[in-house]
């Protein structure tokens, strides 16, 4: 008789605690394989970004300029970049005011002499053309109304003049290559003096950067770097930088083309007097409009209630003079406002209104030259931009001779905001003649 022997299967036991290691394995495994996975999609982001700042960088570097403006004795330098083929250039006011002569040099050393086609003071933008023949690199001005908070973008700039002057280099040539940094957009429509509605970015902008291109990773300009804030007056940047912004820029522009080396006007509403808005559902409150002014014709009343500027909502009164700062005298702006209950939308007419203005404060001399102290210059003043320092004598007011404070009082009450005026002035024993274009207040 044969036997069958049933051979039981043999099952792996495993003791608890072997069991929670294995368990806790597998758990390990999956999480190094999704950590894996989730590191090589960072790293191909990380890359992916990596070269498209590289492509963009490589794109707008070739219209990028190096601004040198003759002082007359020192020289003032920023950054700027072509606009047009035929050669217009765009940078800040700031850097070519009061300059006698402005050297333009492109991206690898190449120089033109330029002319000065227009000004902004008001808004910190001057409008340059290159005396050369041929078509030039440009970049193209994007929309800043589009660009938000968080945004990455880029500035290209000659920091602390590291591209054109090798300073920390005494000897070494300039190599004619601007720097690039990037970071984020960290507000929009920032109101700070002559920038009315600023575009406010956390990247390295220093001086050198005045007037260098704020760029989107879509390779378009939606501003100009301009202003920083700064700490103890070092002049160094802190992480809070300001761009003029595009669109304000693209409505001056057809005024700059035609401006003749002189400057253009900001508008404002004339005879029209608002508050601060009650609570944050109502719009500003219109509490006066002067009859017989641009403000009655066109429609305001007191009473009204001003939502929206130019499409804008108004909620402080700063930001209402920040949407006015972004266009020029003469332009037409549509103002949204609630009359009794009612939505209405009148077409504001801008105009240039006030009176000239200078920007210094004068003082008392003890000298045998007749003319005018200079006690001190008010920040951002056209005084400022056109080089007028604290110490100087006023001695001629476009041709005429100052020697007190009333005379010069009395040119001035003849001018109007926009005139570009000739000074003549008296620094430690040295003649000077600055031109100034008067602002307006």
Do not use: W
Not at 45 to 52: I, Q, S
Not at 419 to 425: G, M, P, R, S, W
């Amino acid at each position: 008789m044969k036997y069958m022997i049933r051979r039981e299967p043999q099952r792996l036991q495993l003791s608890v605690p072997a069991l929670r290691v294995f368990l806790a394995l597998l758990v390990s495994l999956s999480f190094v394989s999704r950590a894996s996975a989730e590191t090589f999609e960072q790293v191909s982001a990380l890359r992916a970004l990596e070269k498209r700042v590289k492509s963009v960088v490589a794109g707008c570097k070739p219209a990028f300029v190096f601004i040198k403006g003759d002082q007359g004795g020192g020289y003032s330098s920023g950054s700027g970049f072509c606009i047009s083929p035929d050669g217009y250039v765009l940078t800040n006011d700031h850097v070519i005011a009061g300059a006698r002569s402005v050297v333009a040099y492109m991206t690898g050393g190449r120089y033109f002499k330029t002319v000065v086609v227009g000004r902004d003071p008001g808004g910190d933008v001057a409008l340059l053309k290159l005396e050369g023949k041929g078509k030039f690199p440009f970049l193209r001005l994007g929309d800043s109304q589009a660009v938000r908070p968080g945004q990455r973008v880029l500035a290209l700039g000659d920091p602390f003049l590291t591209g054109s002057e090798n300073v920390f280099v005494p000897g070494a040539p300039a190599n004619f290559e601007p720097a690039v940094s990037m970071g984020i957009v960290s507000a929009v429509h920032r109101y700070s003096e002559t920038y009315n509605d600023a575009i406010q970015v956390d990247l390295a902008v220093n001086r050198g950067n005045s007037g260098g291109p704020l760029i989107t990773l879509d390779g378009k300009v939606v501003g100009i770097n301009g202003k920083i804030e700064t700490r103890f007056a070092l002049g160094i940047n802190t992480g809070v930088g300001y761009a003029v912004p595009s669109n304000q820029i693209s409505r001056f522009m057809k005024h700059l083309e035609v401006a003749e080396g002189g400057a253009v006007l900001h508008g404002k509403i004339e005879g029209l007097e608002v508050g601060e808005r009650a609570d944050e559902k109502s719009g500003l409150p219109v509490v006066g409009v002067r009859q017989g002014s641009p403000a009655a014709a066109s429609g305001f009343k007191a009473g009204d209630l001003l939502e929206r500027l130019g499409g804008l909502p108004v909620r402080t009164r700063s930001r209402y003079k920040g949407i006015l700062g972004t266009y020029p005298a003469g332009d037409t702006v549509a103002a949204e406002v609630l009359r009794e209950g009612e939505k209405l939308t009148l077409k504001a007419v801008l105009v240039a209104g006030g009176k000239a203005h200078l920007g210094l404060l004068p003082r008392a001399i003890e000298s045998d030259v007749a003319g005018v102290g200079v006690g001190s210059v008010v920040r951002s003043s056209p005084a400022q931009r056109a080089g007028i320092k604290a110490g100087d004598i006023v001695t001629m007011f476009d041709g005429q001779p100052i020697s007190s404070t009333t005379e010069l009082k009395r040119v001035m009450n003849q001018r109007r905001p926009g005139d570009t005026v000739v000074l003549k002035l008296l620094r430690a024993g040295e003649n000077l003649e600055l031109k100034v274009t008067l602002g307006g207040k």
